[in-house]
């Protein structure tokens, strides 16, 4: 009887040695990762496996930054990937708030390593999720018309503020107010 190519690199991943860790032993984990049910739980116990062994892999690699680098390492893409495959997961199963936070965590990756082709990624499952979130949440539905749009500022303002409104005008006219309730350093 043949093994499927899941077994296989399930096979692979379990015999290898434990203490030493490396980048082809990631890419082992991401080519798994194409074969399973991207539902599953066996799906996320992998990505969770991976990143356990990436992020040191990762940190690692980055101790001899300057502040002024930035790398877009084959290791730090994989990290990247990893982190945007289970947002994807989070996403798909609507556990929105386990989305963001890995919408934050992936954010702060991209910043690290300077891997920017992930911002289009983490871009694409957020509006995935906001998308996702008006079926259950109907007043976010004008998020489907806004999206790729250029606005105008109305609002007059020195600065952002928490409890500020600030109003904007699209291309055709239609304006949106929004009220800011949190401020993040980053």
Do not use: W
């Amino acid at each position: 009887m043949n093994k499927s190519e899941s077994e296989v690199l399930k096979e692979l991943i379990d015999s290898s040695p434990k203490e030493e860790y490396n980048i082809e032993f990631v890419d082992t984990y991401l080519l798994l990762l194409n074969y399973l049910d991207k539902k599953s739980e066996e799906y996320l116990k992998y990505i969770d496996e991976a990143l356990t062994i990436t992020t040191p892999l990762v940190r690692d690699y980055q101790k001899d930054y300057t502040n002024d680098m930035i790398s877009d390492s084959d290791v730090e893409r994989n990290l990247c990937e990893l982190l945007s495959l289970k947002m994807e997961y989070y996403v798909f199963i609507k556990d929105y708030l386990t989305a963001y936070e890995l919408y934050n965590e992936l954010t702060k990756e991209i910043r690290l390593s300077g891997c920017t082709r992930y911002y289009h990624t983490r871009d694409l499952l957020y509006y995935q999720m906001l998308k996702s979130m008006s079926e259950e949440y109907p007043e976010l539905k004008f998020f489907d018309s806004i999206n790729n749009k250029t606005f105008k500022i109305l609002s007059d303002f020195d600065g952002l503020k928490t409890n500020q409104q600030i109003l904007l005008e699209d291309e055709n006219g239609k304006t949106f107010k929004f009220v800011i309730i949190d401020i993040r350093n980053n």
